[in-house]
């Protein structure tokens, strides 16, 4: 921090705004309050308008890159398309760890719809699953899938509510595949939603063997809130 940020321009100071939230993945307000040496109100005025300006997205506390936003204004059919050859990589190597007949639950996101597509090629699973795109994928004819009710999230198809908590923690799965936004430099997995991250530690602690996937570009940045740690999955999955 150098003595001139609280003299930058309104433009530089978004600006520079835009670069951190940029490099960390997440920012919070007293952090960028702290950085720029001007108020938290002031940094709150900044966000909005860089958020009203769709070049950032705004979270309670903080912001984070519209690339990152699991509520995103990107539209969900440009966000399937973001690194996908990574995200079929990922989900083929997940779903070659799956043995036949397994139990298992199914996170929402393009990564966990693409092993969603290599698993449905086999038959015999038991799927949960709050995403009803990756419940599409499976044929019931060959499959037990069961679509994890609440209410609708966003344009992903995804469901959120207690009730998909609840039902969780009465199953036993063999098998969690779970997603994220991020995985900080302290190994904590991530993410900004924070109905969809009381799914994924109910998932997590209901299955013997929870997996993280997460492409490689999801390493080294921050979220809104903590999911839980790399250490309490039994594998994570990328590309590298």
Request: charged share 25%.
């Amino acid at each position: 921090m150098t003595n001139h940020d609280s003299n930058l321009t309104l433009s530089e100071r978004r600006t520079n705004i835009l670069e951190t939230v940029e490099q960390s993945g997440f920012a919070t307000i007293e952090t960028l309050a702290e950085r720029f040496r001007v108020s938290a109100q002031t940094v709150r005025r900044d966000i909005i308008a860089l958020a009203n300006a769709g070049r950032l997205q705004r979270f309670h506390g903080g912001a984070g890159p519209v690339d990152q936003a699991e509520a995103a204004r990107l539209d969900y059919s440009a966000k399937r398309n973001i690194a996908r050859p990574e995200k079929q990589i990922v989900g083929r190597r997940a779903a070659k760890l799956i043995p036949d007949g397994a139990t298992l639950y199914l996170d929402v996101g393009t990564t966990i719809e693409a092993c969603a597509v290599e698993l449905a090629k086999r038959p015999g699973f038991t799927v949960f699953t709050n995403s009803m795109p990756a419940a599409m994928k499976f044929d019931p004819a060959h499959h037990q899938v069961h679509l994890l009710g609440g209410r609708m999230a966003g344009r992903d198809g995804s469901l959120v509510g207690a009730e998909i908590v609840d039902r969780l923690r009465n199953v036993r799965l063999d098998y969690a595949l779970i997603a994220c936004s991020a995985v900080d430099q302290d190994d904590r997995v991530m993410d900004f939603d924070v109905d969809k991250i009381a799914i994924k530690q109910a998932a997590l602690q209901s299955a013997r063997h929870p997996f993280l996937l997460a492409t490689r570009s999801k390493f080294n940045r921050t979220a809104l809130a903590v999911v839980a740690s790399v250490e309490d999955f039994d594998q994570v999955i990328s590309e590298g």
